[in-house]
C-alpha cells in the first residue's frame, strides 16, 4: 500500500515538474514573472525589481488648467455681514487637480443633452431627459417677480448668441449627471486609443472650489486680490449687482460671456460673479468642525441643500468673496447657478516643498 502511493505521489511530482518545466519552455514564467535584464514585468533575475509601470501620462483635459496642491485658511476673510457663523476659519490641505477654466456654457451642455436624446431614451425616457436634465429655461421669468424675462427664456439657451454664456437652470443632480456622462465619453475614448483610463470628472468640493477661487493669493477677499471689486480705472472686475437696480453698470445686465473679464492667477474666469456654482459639498453649518483638514469634503446623500459658492450676475459684492458660502436644494434650477468640472491630478501630488 505505501509503495503504491509512493508510486502515485512520485508519477504526480514527476507531471508537475514536467508542466513547469514545459510551461518554463514556452516562455510562461519569463513573460509572466520575468527572466533577464531587459525585462520590464517588475521580476529581474529571480529578483522583484519592480517600480512604476510605463505607459501612464495625464494630460490636462481640453478647457481645463491645472491646479497646483497646498494649503490655505479656509473660510471667511472680511466682515460676516450677514452674521452666518457658518464659515469660521480653518488650515486645510487639497491635492492638486484639474478645472474648467470657464464654466460650463450653453453650447458644452447642449453636446450632453443632444446625446441623452439620441442614445438613451429607449433607457431614461424622454419625459425624464427634459424635466431632470434639459435646462429649465422658464427660470428666467419665475426666478423674479414682475420682470420681463420672456426674452431670455425663449433665447438663452437655444440661440447661437449665447453659445459661450454659462449654462443655467441645471439641478445639483443634473450637473452630477453630467459630469459622469463626461467622464464616460472620455474614458471611452481613452479606451479605444489602448490608454489606461483617466480620474473622472466631478464637480469641486467646496475647499477645492475656494482653493481655486483664491489663486494662489491668501487671505484675499476676490479672486483679484483685496478690497475693491473695481480697479484703479473705476472698471467693474466681475459681473454682480454693483449699485441699486444698476445691472448693467458691469458690462452686462444680465449673464455675460463665461470668459469675460480678467482670469484669476491660475487661469480660471469668472470665479467671482456670473453665476454662483455648484460644489459637490451638503451644506452644514458646522461644517468647518465635522470635516477633516486634509482634503475635506462634507458628502450627505440625506442633505438636501448644496453649497453653492462664487455669487452671481444678481448678487451684491459680498456673496463674491471666495470666502463666502450659500446653498441652494439639490433639486432646484435657478437663472444665476451654473457649474464647472475638476479632475484629480493624480500625477501632481507632491506638496511643494518637494518640487
Not at 517600480?51 to 488648467?65: D, E, I, L, N
Not at 483638514?293 to 453653492?308: F, G, L, S, T
Request: glycine share 10%.
Amino acid at each position: 500500500m505505501k509503495l503504491n502511493v509512493f508510486i502515485r505521489r512520485g508519477v504526480h511530482v514527476g507531471w508537475v515538474i514536467a508542466g513547469v518545466m514545459m510551461i518554463q519552455s514556452c516562455g510562461f514564467i519569463k513573460n509572466k514573472f520575468g527572466g533577464g535584464k531587459d525585462d520590464d514585468t517588475g521580476v529581474t533575475n529571480g529578483e522583484v525589481t519592480a517600480t512604476y509601470r510605463k505607459g501612464f501620462k495625464q494630460s490636462t483635459p481640453a478647457g481645463m488648467v491645472p491646479i497646483p496642491s497646498g494649503s490655505f485658511i479656509m473660510g471667511q476673510t472680511d466682515e460676516d455681514i450677514a452674521a452666518t457663523m457658518s464659515n469660521f476659519n480653518k488650515r486645510v490641505t487639497i491635492m492638486a487637480f484639474y478645472m474648467d477654466d470657464t464654466e460650463i456654457t450653453n453650447h458644452e451642455y447642449r453636446q450632453f443633452v443632444d446625446a441623452l436624446l439620441t442614445d438613451s431614451v429607449s433607457v431614461l425616457g424622454e419625459d425624464v431627459i427634459m424635466k431632470e436634465y434639459y435646462p429649465d429655461t422658464t427660470v428666467w421669468k419665475k426666478d423674479f417677480t414682475y420682470t420681463n424675462g420672456d426674452p431670455m427664456v425663449e433665447y438663452y439657451f437655444n440661440h447661437p448668441a449665447f453659445d459661450t454664456y454659462p449654462v443655467v437652470g441645471v439641478s445639483w443632480i443634473a450637473a452630477k449627471y453630467f459630469s459622469k456622462w463626461r467622464s464616460n465619453l472620455y474614458n471611452d475614448y481613452r479606451g479605444k486609443e489602448g490608454l489606461m483610463n483617466s480620474p473622472e470628472f466631478k464637480l469641486p468640493t467646496e475647499a477645492e472650489w475656494e482653493w481655486a477661487a483664491r489663486g494662489g493669493r491668501a487671505g484675499a477677499k476676490y479672486p483679484w486680490g483685496n478690497p475693491y471689486a473695481v480697479n484703479a480705472k473705476g472698471c467693474y472686475l466681475a459681473n454682480f449687482k454693483p449699485q441699486r437696480g444698476n445691472y448693467d453698470a458691469d458690462g452686462y445686465p444680465y449673464t455675460a460671456p463665461a470668459n469675460a473679464y480678467n482670469p484669476n492667477d491660475y487661469g480660471l474666469y469668472n470665479m467671482a460673479g456670473n453665476v454662483a456654482e455648484w460644489t459637490l459639498d451638503a451644506y452644514a453649518d458646522n461644517a468647518f468642525a465635522v470635516t477633516w483638514d486634509m482634503a475635506p469634503n462634507h458628502e450627505d446623500a440625506n442633505e438636501p441643500r448644496k453649497v453653492i459658492k462664487g455669487g452671481s450676475w444678481k448678487d451684491i459684492a459680498y456673496f463674491l468673496q471666495s470666502g463666502t458660502r450659500s446653498f441652494e436644494y439639490e433639486t432646484e434650477r435657478r437663472a444665476y447657478i451654473g457649474f464647472r468640472n475638476v479632475m484629480l491630478n493624480i500625477e501632481g501630488h507632491k506638496g511643494a516643498s518637494r518640487r
